[in-house]
C-alpha cells in the first residue's frame, strides 16, 4: 500500500479537507508508485493564510540576521541530505542522478547565498535638500507570500522563491507541482528541522484547483510563479485585477547559434547537453540550433551520430544518459510535433519514435529527435516543445542568425559558438534575451545572478541574485527632520 502524505498547515500535518488524493508515479516505471498526495482545494488554501498571517505577524519582527540564521541551518541539512533527496528526486522526476544532485547544490547554494544577505538587506542613505534632515530607505517585508512551481526543478525553483521570501521577512505557502510533491514534502520537512517557526512555512499540495485558489485568495499579497506561459498569463490577469505583486518566469524557445568559426567539438558537447540534458524539459533546454550553412552538413552528421548513441534509461542507473518525460500528456504532446502535417518539409534526421526494449517499457521515453530544414516561423521554429527534440535552422550570417533567434514570443535564453570576439559581443547586444551564453550552451545558470527571460518569458522581475530582494521586499523611505522647525521641501518650496 502506498504511503499517504499530507499537507502543512498550521504547524501540523495534515488531510486535504477535500478527501481526496492524487497518486505520484515514478515516470520512468509507472508501476512504481511514491505515494499518494493531497488534491486539496480552495479550504486547505484559506486554512494556509490563516496560519502564514500568523506566522508573519512574528517572522517579520525577528532581525533579518536571525532569519540567516536558519537559512544557514537549511543550506547545512540540504547539503547532508543531498544524494538522499536526489534519489527521491530522480524517483519522481525521472532526470538522471547527476542532474538531480544539481539541483539540490542548487538549493543549498541559494541558502548560504540568502543566508548572507541576512547581514546586507541594504537600504541607502542619501543626503537630504534640506539641513538638519536625514533621508533614506529600508527594506519591509510584505506579508504572505504564495509560491507555485512547476516540475522540472522540485527543489532548486521553489528554494529560489521561498529561500529570499523567508530572508525579507514574509511567511510562505507552497504550492508545488503535483507531478513532484515528494522533494517539495523533503524541503518542508528540512525547513522545520532547521528551525523555521511553524506558522512561518505552509505547504499544501494540489494542481490547478488549489494553485486558483491561492492565486485568487485576497489575503496573499505576493504571488510568485514559474511555469507554462499559458498558465502565467491566466495568473497575471487575476493579479491585475487584485493589485497582487506578481512575479512570471515562463515558457522558452530557447536557441544556440553556431557560426562558420566555431570549435565544433565544442559546439556539439554543448548542443548535445543542451538539447537532451533533463530530455529538453528545461525552460532554458536548446530548443533549436541556428548553425551557419558552411558547417550545417558536417555538423549535422556527428549531432546525429552522438544523438543516436545516448543511452535512455532510468536515472538512478549510472548507464543512464536520458531520462523519461514527466507524464504521458508530455511525450503525446511531443509526439503531435512529428505529425507529417507539422512537420511539412523538414525532415527526421534521427529520432522521432518511441524507443524500445526493456530499459523503457514501462516509462514516458522518447528517442532524442533532431529535425533538419525546419523553417523560421513554423512551428517546429517558434513553439515550446519541451522534450528532446531539436529544430535545426540553416542561416547565411550573423544578421540572420540573430533575426532568426529573435523571432520568437519568448526571450528566455540564447548562446552563441564562435572565435570572432567581434560577434561575441554584438551578440550580447542583439539577443533579445534575458540571458546571453558565449561558447557554452542554453543552459546553466549560477545562483549568484540573476535569472529571468523578456517578452513573453517573463513581466519583468528576476530570481536569483541580489535582484530577487527587492521583489520580496517593500521600499520604505523614512526622513528624520532634526531641525527643530517646519522646513519644506522643494516640491511645496521655491526657497533654497
Ligand atoms: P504548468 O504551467 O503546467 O504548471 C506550473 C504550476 O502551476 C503547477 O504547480 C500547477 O499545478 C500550477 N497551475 C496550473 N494551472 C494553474 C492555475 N490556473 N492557477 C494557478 N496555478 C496553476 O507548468 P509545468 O508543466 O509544471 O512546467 C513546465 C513549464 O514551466 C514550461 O513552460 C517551462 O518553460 C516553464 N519553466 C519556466 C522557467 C523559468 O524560469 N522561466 C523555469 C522552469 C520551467
Redesign the pocket.
Known sequence: MAKTFKNFIGGKWIAPSTGRYFVNRNPADTHDVIGRFPDSGPADIAAAVRAAQAGFEQWSRTPAPLRGEVLRRVGDLLAARRDEIADAMTREMGKVLAETRGDVQEGIDTAYYAATEGRRLFGRTVPSELRRKWAMSIRRPIGVCGL??????PMA?PTWKAFPALLCGNSVIL?????VPHTAHLLVEILLDAGLPEQVIQLVH???T???A??EHPGVPVIS????????S??GQ?CGRMHKRLSL????KNAMIVMEDADLALALDGVLWGAFGTTG????ATSRLIIHRKVHDRFVARLVDAANKLVLGDGRDPRTQVGPL?HAA?REKVEQYLDPVVLRDAEVACGGTRPRGARTANGFFYRPTVIVDVKPGSRLATE?I?GPVLSVIRVSSYEQAAKVNNEVKYG?SSSIYTSNVNLAFRAMEDLQNGITYVNAPTIGAEAHLP???VKQ??NGHR?GGWEVFDFYSETKVCYVDYSGSLQRAQIDTYDV
Open positions: 507555485i512551481t512547476p516540475f522540472n526543478f525553483i504550492k508545488p507541482s503535483e507531478d494540489g494542481a490547478d488549489a494553485g486558483r491561492l492565486v510563479f514559474t511555469g507554462s506561459t499559458a498558465t502565467g491566466a495568473i487575476v518566469e515562463m515558457g522558452g524539459q528545461r525552460c532554458t514527466i508530455a515550446e519541451f528566455l535569472f529571468g527571460g518569458t517573463g530570481e
